[in-house]
T-cell receptor, first 114, second 108 residues
Framework: DAGVTQSPTHLIKTRGQHVTLRCSPI?????VSWYQQVLGQGPQFIFQ???????GRGNFPDRFSARQFPNYSSELNVNALLLGDSALYLC?????????????FGPGTRLTVL | GQNIDQPTEMTATEGAIVQINCTYQ??????LFWYQQHAGEAPTFLSY????GLEEKGRFSSFLSRSKGYSYLLLKELQMKDSASYLC?????????FGAGTTVTVRA
């Protein structure tokens, strides 16, 4: 079975540009979460979506937005890119939310902002 | 807010045992997870604790004390492939809050 997939794998952008990252969850998983991982740190929560509705949002500026589609795939959009947005962006899917619902992580998209 | 602390680095010899401690102060608690992350790769699930006590899974064991806000991950019979970052994460209602990770280096 396919795991969580993310595209693109790597991306280079310049300051001020915008970027769209994509995630396809494991088949049957209805929840998608997005995390930002800066080098040397643990992942930081950005968004969680469940059944196409936003369930939670982390401490990130409004430049960050996301959505979930009817097929449960998801997009993360970042506008007006800053150098500090350079990071590994991880998508995780789970069957549901809360409890012992294990989150399965995708390989991530490495974003470099120049 | 969430505060999750774990040591930055640990080094051990192949075949040995290493214990990675994690202390947490969080606004909510709905379970504690341990993940392994090799350099440049995604985190992979190792263990989940929601009740106090020890969970054993092969060479890996995880312990939780909710009253103390404390967990540890025990890696036994270390192998070279265990060299990685180990992430402690606490779930509240829906999201995971991660520590910064402990880099474990296994020496021959």
């Amino acid at each position: 079975d396919a795991g969580v997939t993310q595209s693109p794998t790597h991306l280079i952008k310049t300051r001020g540009q915008h970027v769209t990252l994509r995630c396809s969850p494991i088949s049957g998983h209805k929840s998608v979460s997005w995390y930002q991982q800066v080098l040397g740190q643990g992942p930081q929560f950005i968004f969680q979506y469940y059944e196409k509705e936003e369930r939670g949002r982390g401490n990130f500026p409004d430049r960050f937005s996301a959505r979930q589609f009817p097929n449960y795939s998801s997009e993360l959009n970042v506008n007006a890119l800053l150098l500090g947005d350079s990071a590994l962006y991880l998508c995780a899917s789970s069957v549901g939310t809360g409890g012992n619902n294990e989150q399965f992580f995708g390989p991530g998209t490495r974003l470099t902002v120049l | 807010g969430q505060n999750i602390d774990q040591p930055t680095e640990m080094t051990a010899t192949e075949g040995a045992i290493v214990q990675i401690n994690c202390t947490y102060q969080t606004s909510g608690f709905n379970g504690l997870f341990w993940y392994q992350q090799h350099a440049g790769e995604a985190p992979t699930f190792l263990s989940y604790n929601v009740l106090d006590g020890l969970e054993e899974k092969g060479r890996f064991s995880s312990f939780l004390s909710r009253s103390k806000g404390y967990s540890y991950l025990l890696l036994k019979e270390l192998q070279m492939k265990d060299s990685a970052s180990y992430l402690c994460a606490v779930r509240d209602d829906y999201k995971l809050s991660f520590g910064a990770g402990t880099t474990v280096t296994v020496r021959a």
